[in-house]
């Protein structure tokens, strides 16, 4: 079995030995800024883990591994374009950086780069690993549309919004352990079982986030908080404030949230104020740590020996106590 650290290691060490350069050097320079920048990592790490897990060669699994992670960064770079967001991991995003052309087209070169990466996968399982990328490549933007929708629509219900989390964070997640996998060959029973442990670990790990956005400290979460707030997000953080306040709360909450984007300390010190009124925190927390623990039974229930399982474990325990 590999560490996390061995894993990490080399995932670095493969990205820090590709280039990303090209000409012109406009489109590419970006790729470069981002992919250089570190981040957790997340998603091939837990690529390799679970090809790990289930007795497969690391190596064989690092080329979907590393598209993932590509992946992974083009949906940041455009996220970032349309939040206008300034700060992503505490620097400037390509977007801020550069403009929103530039960020555009980096974004779509990425996309193409990391199915580049996929076709050097080993050929007895490439197809599987395609259609699966392929697959969480739609469902990633179905999630976004569905991000930006919430953002004008007004009957936006609690589950409608854990289903957009569900497509646009927790189902990458899940496809790259399901990919570390396949990549081992395993069965199709204990693919199933660590698509779902990453699903309910990506939701846990989205509801955290959410919260990190209200209450993280910037100079941790590596970005301002009060984003969620001032871009009218309607996370599950204010759709439980709107659903247990009382009507006057209520109205507040809806007309704050129909101001123009755009930060304001004083709305965001308001919706604060109610969710801390209502609980909101405590509720939200409540909801992640049983996603936490949902996952945990779905690791459980995988068919190899317990000690091969103890790294992703601790792995998954890791993100769950993350304070960023």
């Not at 933007?141 to 007004?154: A, I, K, S, V």
């Amino acid at each position: 079995m590999n560490s996390v650290d061995n894993i990490q290691k080399l995932i670095n060490e493969y990205i820090d030995n590709q280039s990303f350069s090209g000409t012109p050097a406009e489109l590419y320079a970006p790729i470069e800024y981002i992919l250089r920048q570190g981040g957790k990592r997340m998603r091939p790490t837990l690529c390799l883990l679970a090809c790990d897990l289930f007795g497969g060669d690391i190596n064989d699994c690092l080329t979907p591994a590393i598209a993932a992670e590509i992946f992974h960064n083009f949906t940041l770079v455009h996220d970032d374009i349309m939040d206008q967001a300034p700060l992503r991991r505490g620097m400037e995003t390509v977007y801020h950086k550069w403009s929103s052309d530039i960020a555009l087209l980096s974004g779509d070169t990425m996309l193409i780069k990391a199915f580049q990466y996929v076709l050097n996968t080993n050929k007895k399982y490439y197809h599987e690993v395609f259609a699966e990328l392929c697959k969480v490549a739609l469902e990633v933007c179905e999630g976004q549309q569905y991000d930006l929708n919430f953002e004008t629509q007004d009957n936006v219900t609690l589950d409608s919004y854990l289903e957009m989390i569900r497509l646009k964070t927790a189902v990458l997640l899940g496809s790259v352990l399901k990919i570390g996998a396949i990549t081992a060959q395993t069965n199709a029973k204990n693919q199933e079982a660590i698509y779902n442990f990453g699903i309910s670990l990506g939701m846990a790990f989205q509801l955290q986030d959410d919260i990190f956005d209200c209450y993280g400290d910037v100079s941790v979460f590596g970005k301002m908080t009060g984003g969620d707030i001032s871009d009218n997000k309607k996370t599950y953080l204010y759709l439980k404030a709107l659903e247990l306040s009382s009507e006057e709360d209520k109205e507040i909450l809806i007309n704050l949230f129909k101001m123009p984007k755009g930060r304001d300390e004083k709305k965001i010190e308001t919706v604060l104020d109610i969710y801390k009124k209502y609980h909101v925190k405590e509720i939200v927390t409540d909801l992640m740590t049983q996603y936490y623990e949902d996952s945990l039974k779905h690791l459980d229930s995988i068919d190899v020996p317990e000690e091969r399982k103890v790294i992703l474990k601790d792995y998954a325990n890791y993100l769950y106590k993350r304070n960023k």
